[in-house]
């Protein structure tokens, strides 16, 4: 019998050494992986009264098409009720798509990191958590905003977006604070895309996706030889950078070694490859991103304060979602209208009983979550515009959470709902020591909305705010929009 605390997986898949990886990830959090080779054999399995209860079924080599189409239909006709993941190496939003048209709770891209893997299992079987968190989709889904194409018009965030926007002109660093899915590699490719480095591709680090043993490596390059297993020489993202930004993501994560290393980088410019010789010069420009707050990390002994001080020149700090409620109406059809670009979609509006259900939920996983809760009912919807009806999970795990935190966090009123949801995403009129804001002001967020509102096609907004397009460009520079939407 096993531990009650331990779940079960199901992995479907004939190759042993699959099977061995996945379960050595799996027994590392609690799960008993149980390995069948084929169809039948997990029809078996799942028949035989001796054999453990299954939480979820991973189903690995799926491929699209009327094939894996028919297998997924196979499982739920054995298995209607358990979570199910499909595990494939193909990369494609329409191949997703396809999966959870036939059935499928959540597509994982190969290799897969067993962090996701593990989030994906944990949220599959947790109802208390976000499902199917689908984050490989939401990476196809995402592009490069510009500053006036970035939605959001509450106070706290429209300050962070004038922040960041003034700092991308310089070549300061900057630190980017924020839950996770609030949007930080969105603003950090702003900043860098408005900078005079936009050019040249940022690059991108994902600190804690790395193994200390190897970060070092992937950020400064090592030379054939340098250590067991370099068996050639590897150029450092730090070189990739040279001219360009380097985007650190989780900075927090970086081990203290290798934060004295980066800070030296940092302050003299030069890079030295392991086990190298030389000396480089390089002209990079560090934009850091964490979701903790890094100066409880320095009070904690984890991360340099010197570091931290080098690193924090200019200070982000990103709202989470559930802090911008009135913000939700105008990110949904932002998110719907780029979800239809993509293949397979086509374009849905969402009516206001589904945007009230959105609005109340507490989103703890920010905008990422609401991109993905947006993206399955688009893939599932059969009619022309998303309804309550098709967010059932977020109703649940709404009334679920608010069970909980009803005393703790405030809810928008009948009111104030409405409002946010007749002229979202609605104007701030009042500024924080209750004095009316300037017409000057009002009148910025009005054509900074409109432009994120007709994502950018510029005749669009200066047709829709009754003024010729000469007017408009006289406005964004009398406003200083091009610099600080």
Not at 152 to 157: D, E, I, N, V, Y
Not at 320 to 339: E, F, K, N, Q, T
Request: overall charge neutral; aromatic content about 4%; charged content about 25%.
């Amino acid at each position: 019998m096993r531990p009650d605390p331990t779940r079960c997986l199901l992995l479907i898949d004939d190759e042993p050494a699959q099977r061995r990886l996945v379960t050595a990830i799996g027994a590392r959090a609690g799960w008993w992986v149980r390995g069948a080779s084929d169809i039948d054999a997990a029809a078996e399995m799942l028949r035989d009264p001796e054999q453990p209860k299954v939480d979820a079924i991973l189903l690995d080599h799926w491929l699209p098409g009327e094939e894996g189409t028919q297998l997924i239909e196979q499982i739920r006709t054995m298995a209607p009720d358990l979570p199910l993941l499909v595990m494939t190496a193909q990369t494609s939003v329409a191949v997703a798509v396809d999966a959870m048209r036939a059935g499928a709770n959540d597509f994982l891209v190969k290799p897969i990191a067993p962090d996701r893997l593990l989030a994906a299992l944990n949220a599959a079987t947790d109802r208390r958590q976000k499902n199917g968190e689908l984050r490989p989709l939401s990476e196809k889904i995402s592009k490069t905003l510009a500053f006036d194409e970035i939605v959001g018009s509450a106070p706290k965030f429209r300050a962070a977006m004038a922040v960041a926007a003034k700092a991308a002109r310089a070549r300061v660093s900057v630190l980017i604070e924020g839950e996770s899915g609030s949007g930080k590699e969105v603003i950090a490719q702003a900043i860098h895309s408005s900078s005079p480095r936009g050019r040249k591709a940022m690059i991108t680090v994902n600190c804690g996706a790395i193994p200390a043993n190897l970060v070092e490596s992937v950020l400064f390059g090592h030379e054939k030889g340098a250590f067991t297993g370099a068996f050639d020489r590897h150029i450092g993202r730090f070189e990739d950078a040279d001219g360009s930004t380097l985007f650190l993501d989780e900075v927090g994560e970086l081990p203290l070694d290798t934060q004295v290393k980066l800070l030296r980088a940092i302050e003299t410019g030069e890079i030295q490859r392991i086990g190298g010789r030389a000396i480089q010069m390089v002209d990079v420009r560090i934009i850091a991103a964490t979701n903790r707050r890094l100066i409880d990390e320095v009070a904690a002994g984890r991360f340099r304060e010197d570091l931290y001080y080098r690193l924090n020149v200019v200070h982000v700090d990103i709202p989470p979602l559930r802090d911008r409620s009135s913000d939700i109406p105008g990110l949904a059809r932002h998110l719907l209208a780029r979800i239809a670009e993509q293949p397979g979609m086509r374009y849905l509006s969402i009516t206001d009983d589904a945007l009230a259900v959105l609005m109340r939920y507490g989103w703890p996983g920010n905008v990422r979550q609401l991109q993905n809760a947006l993206f399955r009912a688009a893939v599932l919807c059969e009619g022309n515009a998303l309804t309550a009806a098709d967010f059932p999970q977020i109703q649940t795990e709404s009334a679920f959470s608010r069970r909980a935190s009803d005393v703790h966090r405030p809810q928008l009123n009948g009111a104030s709902q409405n409002a946010a949801l007749d002229h979202a995403p609605g104007i701030t009129l009042y500024a924080g020591d209750g004095n009316m804001r300037s017409l000057e002001e009002i009148e910025a967020d009005v054509i900074r909305l409109a432009i994120g509102h007709y994502r950018g096609r510029m005749t669009e907004v200066a047709r829709r705010l009754g003024i010729g397009r000469s007017t408009l460009y006289r406005k964004l520079g009398e406003l200083g929009i091009g610099e600080v939407a």
